[in-house]
C-alpha cells in the first residue's frame, strides 16, 4: 500500500504533525506553537480549542508541501496524564488539566493506601486524582485524555483512550482492565473511556474534519499513545532488547520486553504495546548538572578538546542536587564531582563519563529486575551531538549504540497509524537490484547527481549519456541536482564538453544556485544579513557570488564565512579549517554551499567542503548547509522540472548520505549507482549506509 500516515504529536508548548509514507520515511512536517499553560497555585491548565486549532493550522501547513490526499490514517499522541471533562457530544467542559498540575489536595495519600505499589498513578501530580476532580464537573459525560478529544474531534464516533496514555490514571495494563480500587477511591469508572491497544483500528474521520484539514472522507482513525513511547517508536527501536537513552534534563533509559517489570522504589514501570512492554526508568543525572556548570556554546566548544581514548580517572556521580532513583534508590544519595581539574574539557569528559556509566548501570538494573538482556541501544536528544558521549557509551555499554532513526514523536505515531492498518514501515534501508533504467517504469523524472554518476571529473562514464537521451526520448525528464558552489550554467558548460547536451539534460541545479538565491532574499536569516564576508574555496573562485554586492574580506574581520570547496588534492583540507578558526573563535556563522564530505579526485576520493564544516561544527561553530540532503535543493529541481514530488521522481547518485537520503526527506524514488565514491565499496556497507525503506541499486547509470 503507497500513501502517507500522519502523526499528530500534542505537547505542552505546541503541535507537530508528520506525513510519515509506507516506507518510513518523513516527507513533510509542520508545527504550531500553543499558548502558555495557565498556571495558579499547584494547577495548571490550557484549553483544549488551542489544541485544536494547532492541529488544523499543521495540516495546512503540511498540505503546503506533502500531498494530504494520500493520507490513509492518522494517529495522535498527547502529554502522558493530561485530562478534561467532557459532556455528551464531546464538548470540552472547561480547561484541561495539565500532566504537572499537583492541584490535588489530599487526594494522593489516600491513593498511596488504596493502590498497589506498582500502579503508575501515584504521585503528587496524579492522573488518577484529576480525573477524580473531573468527575464532579457540572454536566460531565466522561473524563478523556488528551490525545483521546483530539480523535473525537478528528471523527471517532465513541470515547476511547489506548492502554498508555490509560496508565497513569490507574489502569492495569496486566488485566487490561480499570481496577476496582478506583470505585473504592471513589472513582466511576463508567465516566472513563473504554481502553484499546495503542495502534488499534478504531474507525474513520469525519466529514467535517476531512474538510477542515484537508484530508480524505477516507482516512482510518488509530489509537495513539503517549508522546515518551511516540519517541521511542520513532527512535527505530522494534525489537526485544532494542533500547533508547534519551539525555534531556535527566537520562531516561527504555526497553522494549517481552514481560512487564516494575519497581516503584526505582521508579521503573512498564507501558504495553501490543503484547510488548516498554520498560523505563529515569536516573536524576543528565543534562540539567552539565548546564549547571557550562552553556550550551562552551559545551559545543569543549568537544574538540576530548579524547575519549584517555580516561580521565574522576569517580563523578552527576547529580544535580541530593537524591536519586535509579539505578539506585538512594533519597540522601549526594552529587559527587570532585575533585575539579583545572582542565574543563577533563572536568566535562569526567561527568560524561560517569554519564556513561550510570546508563550501563540503569540497562544492568532493568535486567535485574526481569527486563532482557540488550540487542541495540539507540540515542535520543542533543546528547546525540556529542562524539565523545557516543565514544564512551560505546565502550560502555553491551550491546551496539547508533543515533535514533528519527527524533520527531509525531513520526513514532505515523508508525503507529500505519500498524492500525497493517503496514508496518521499515526502519532500515534494502536494496532492489536493477540493470540500469531499461527496465524500470512508472517514471516521469529524473534527478540526476553529477560527479560521481555522471563522469568521474574528466570523461564520462560509459552508457550514462545514452541512459539520459533514452530516458528523455520516451517522455521522461532529466534534471541534474549537483552539490557544486559554482552556478548551474557553468556546470552545464562543462557537461557539454563530456557529451552531455540538449537532447540528454533539461536543466542543471547546483547547491550554489539555491546559495545565491537565498543569500539575495535574505532567507538565511539574521546570521547571514552582513555585508563583509569571507569566501574559502579554491583561489581565485567567486563561485558566482560576485553579483551579490558581498565585501570579501579575511576571516577575522568577516560577519559571516561562506566554504565553497575544499582544496583538496592540490590543498589540505585541515588547512583550511586552520584557517577559519578566528572566525570560529569570534563567533562568526559559517554556510557551506557544497555539503559534500567526499568527492572524487584524479588523486581519488577525498574530503569535501561537507568535511571542513563538521570539523568546525565539532569545534562548536555555527555551520548551515546548502545542497543535498537539504530539500532546498530538491524543491528548485522539481520546479525546474515543473513537477510535484512524488514517488515518480527519481533521484540517481552515488552518495546514500546525500542523493538518497535527499530523495527520502524530499519523498522520491532513488537508485544509488556503484560508481563515484561507491566504486569497490562492499554491498553490505552500502546497504547499511542507507536510510529506511527500499532502494534500487544499480552497477552504474545506463540504458
Known sequence: MEGIALGIDVGTSGVRMVALDEQGRILGTASRKLPGTLSAGGRRTQSPEDWWKAVVGCAQRLGTEVDLAATKAVAVDGTSGTLLAIDGEGRALGQARMYDDADTGDLPSALARLAPPESAAHGPTSAAARAL????????????????????????????????????????????????????????????????????????????????LGLPPSVTLVAGTTDGCAGFLASGAREIGDAATSLGSTLVLKVLGDRPVSSPPHGVYSHRIGDRWLIGGASNCGGRTLLSHFTAEELAALEARMDASRPTGLDYYPLPSAGERFPTADAALQPKLTPRPTDDAVFLQGMLEALAKVEADGYAKLLELGGPRLKSVRHLGGGARSATWMKL?????????????????????????????????????????????????????????????????????????????????????????????????????????????????????TSGDVARRMLGDGSLGEGFAGRSAHLSGRPGELYGLGSLGLNWTNPEAADFVIIAASREPLGSWQDQVEELLPALRKG??????????????????????????????????????????????????????????????????????????????????????????????????????????????SESLRV
Not at 490525545?147 to 495494563?173: H, Q, S
Not at 480500587?181 to 466529514?207: K, M, Q, Y
Not at 570523461?459 to 559554482?486: D, I, Q
Open 133 to 212: 476532580q473531573l468527575t464532579a464537573t457540572a454536566g460531565v459525560s466522561k473524563v478523556v485524555h488528551q490525545a483521546d478529544w483530539i480523535l473525537l474531534r478528528l471523527g471517532l464516533d465513541r470515547v476511547l483512550t489506548d492502554e498508555n496514555n490509560a496508565l497513569k490514571t490507574g489502569y492495569d495494563p496486566v488485566s487490561r482492565t480499570w481496577p476496582d480500587w478506583l470505585g473504592e477511591f471513589g472513582l466511576d469508572r463508567s465516566l472513563l473511556p473504554e481502553v484499546v491497544p495503542a495502534g488499534t483500528r478504531i474507525g474513520c474521520i469525519s466529514a467535517g474534519a476531512a474538510q477542515e
Open 588 to 697: 562568526a556563522p559559517f554556510l557551506v554551499i557544497n555539503p559534500d564530505v567526499e568527492m572524487l579526485t584524479p588523486a581519488g576520493v577525498r574530503p569535501s567542503a561537507g568535511a571542513i564544516g563538521r570539523e568546525l561544527e565539532r569545534r562548536g561553530a555555527k555551520v548551515t548547509y546548502l545542497g543535498k540532503p537539504g530539500r532546498d535543493i530538491f524543491r528548485l529541481a522539481l520546479i525546474k522540472a515543473g513537477v510535484r514530488a512524488s514517488r515518480r521522481v527519481l533521484v540517481v547518485g552515488d552518495s546514500p548520505e546525500h542523493d538518497m537520503a535527499g530523495a527520502a526527506a524530499a519523498g522520491l524514488a532513488g537508485m544509488l549507482v556503484r560508481t563515484g565514491i561507491l566504486t569497490g565499496a562492499a554491498e553490505r556497507e552500502v546497504v547499511r549506509r542507507l536510510p529506511a525503506g527500499e532502494w534500487l541499486l
Open 393 to 509: 557509551r560505546s565502550a560502555a555499554l553491551p550491546a551496539p549504540c547508533s543515533p535514533a532513526l528519527d527524533e520527531e514523536a509525531a513520526a513514532g505515531t505515523a508508525r503507529l497509524a500505519w500498524s492500525g492498518i497493517g503496514v508496518t514501515p521499515p526502519t532500515e534501508g534494502s536494496v532492489r537490484k536493477v540493470e540500469g533504467l531499461s527496465g524500470l517504469t512508472g517514471f516521469e523524472t529524473l534527478l540526476v547527481d553529477q560527479f560521481g554518476t555522471l563522469h568521474d571529473g574528466t570523461k564520462a562514464y560509459p552508457g550514462a549519456a545514452e541512459a539520459l537521451a533514452g530516458f528523455r526520448a520516451r517522455g521522461g525528464k532529466v534534471v541534474v541536482v549537483s552539490n557544486s558552489a559554482k552556478p548551474g550554467e557553468d556546470n552545464a558548460a562543462r557537461l557539454r564538453s563530456m557529451g552531455f547536451g540538449g537532447e540528454h539534460l533539461d536543466a542543471v541545479v
